[in-house]
């Protein structure tokens, strides 16, 4: 990745992290003032202050810390220091059970309402998504069996219509946690209408670690563009050989080129070696030696040569739905797509506990980072979803029972509630121990996961 690329990938990651930490925050601080509790800091960031300022007639000090991976609002209590006789009635810990279990899973529910507002704001807004139509499923996949054939269209997933790529893959995955059969029903070329079961408890575990779909052998069909270039980048191996915007490729070392997808699959794959480009320019037909150079593209070295593919917006019709819908039914599938979306992280946690799921599903700052330099480069939209998915990962996270956790602090109220007292000071340290060390662990194994894929590619 070059100099522009870390930049742009840093920025995304920092501007997703400073959202969802502020969202978080400010839940818990909007509850609590809303209980009347005295506000003393709200920090985005953790360790030394890099800016600092009091405000309101609390004078609660605004901060932004250096470092940048969490956020905390601190609050008057007695448990971290002496409080002032009249202010006691604004102390946390003198409130109600009832008001300390609604400031503290104010965070999570935050993040989750954030998850609402973003969903519903792109399905009224309208996203532009591949339609799902099948490419010829690789010899030996479970689609191959079940032979579903190039050009089919999905219509739905056991009697669940989907109009996207992206809406058969949620569908497919919500199955394959659940170890189910399915019917893909889907419309074949002709325009008859297939019905496929699919077995997904045949699918090893290891398959949840990447993309079911081509697990599945299920394969986007790309659409089929002419081979004309677009764009050639300057000082490129193109520019230099001397390609030109409008030149049809129609073949590459001898082997001829039915369109765009071939020809990006021939360069991709030809190493770094100077390929032969015969090109039709001015109803002339040229032979143009190029010499491709090696580029590294998600751990492994790729060809390229400095060429674009010249937008055809007939093609793009037809390969693109955009999905749009009014408030009340927006809000609604807004509702619907965080609710999967929470309880299918749950699922997939609950069977990594269980040893049915790898442990490599686990991701760290590093694969965030990617993730969110990659869908702002691919637009706002992806972007704002990349946003949401996050935010729901960090709301359910947050509610898992574990200690130093808003959810370990729920199960604190819990057991006080049974007890009908608090717990004892010692077993709560005995907890943040704990807690801490299952943090630790974890972030260990999320940076292990990180390096991992960035070696392996």
Not at 176 to 205: F, K, M, Y
Not at 256 to 269: E, H, L
Not at 331 to 347: F, I, V, Y
């Amino acid at each position: 990745m070059n100099s522009t690329g870390v930049i742009w990938t840093l920025g995304a990651f920092l501007l997703a992290l400073g959202v969802l930490i502020v969202v978080h925050e400010l839940g818990h601080y909007w509850v609590a003032r809303l209980c009347n509790v005295k506000i003393l800091r709200f920090s985005i960031g953790f360790g030394r202050p890099l800016w600092s300022r009091r405000l309101g007639r609390d004078g609660t000090e605004w901060q932004i810390a250096a470092f940048p991976l969490g956020g905390y609002v601190k609050m008057l209590d007695e448990h971290e220091g002496e409080v002032p006789p009249a202010e006691l009635p604004r102390a946390f810990n003198r409130q109600s059970l009832a008001k300390r279990a609604a400031i503290v899973v104010a965070g999570p529910l935050a993040n989750l309402l954030l998850a609402v507002v973003l969903y519903a704001f792109l399905f009224m807004s309208g996203v532009a998504e591949p339609r799902p139509i099948f490419a010829a499923p690789p010899e030996g996949s479970l689609a191959a069996e079940l032979k579903i054939g190039a050009g089919e269209t999905a219509r739905s997933v056991s009697g669940k219509p989907v109009a996207t790529w992206s809406e058969l893959r949620w569908e497919i995955l919500r199955h394959v946690l659940a170890r189910d059969e399915i019917v893909l029903e889907t419309l074949d070329a002709r325009g008859n209408i297939q019905l496929h079961r699919i077995d997904l408890s045949r699918l090893p575990p290891e398959a949840l670690e990447g993309d079911v779909l081509p697990a599945l052998g299920l394969r986007l069909q790309p659409p089929d563009l002419p081979a004309v270039i677009g764009s050639v980048q300057p000082d490129s191996p193109a520019a230099r050989a001397g390609l030109r915007v409008g030149d049809r490729i129609v073949a590459i070392d001898g082997a001829p080129m039915g369109g765009w997808q071939a020809v990006a699959v021939a360069i991709r794959s030809a190493g770094a070696r100077q390929m032969t480009l015969e090109v039709e320019r001015d109803a002339q037909r040229l032979a143009i030696d190029v010499q491709a150079e090696l580029v590294e593209e998600r751990g492994k070295p790729v060809a390229r040569i400095g060429i674009a593919v010249r937008d055809d917006p007939e093609v793009r019709r037809a390969f693109l739905v955009t999905v749009r819908y009014g408030a009340f039914e927006s809000l609604k599938r807004a509702l619907n797509q965080t609710w999967d979306t929470a309880t299918l992280s749950l699922r997939m946690i609950g069977r990594m506990i269980m040893g049915e799921a790898s442990l490599r599903n686990v991701s760290g700052p590093l694969t965030i980072a990617d993730y969110a330099g990659q869908s702002a480069r691919m637009g706002g939209e992806h972007f704002l979803r990349f946003l949401a998915l996050i935010s729901i990962s960090l709301g359910v996270l947050n509610l898992l029972p574990i200690p130093v956790l808003d959810g370990g602090h729920l199960m604190y109220y819990l057991a006080e509630l049974i007890k009908g007292k608090p717990l004892s000071e010692r077993v709560m340290a005995i907890g943040q121990q704990i807690g801490l060390t299952v943090l630790a662990l974890l972030m260990g194994l999320a940076l292990y996961n990180d390096i991992f894929r960035l070696i392996s590619g």
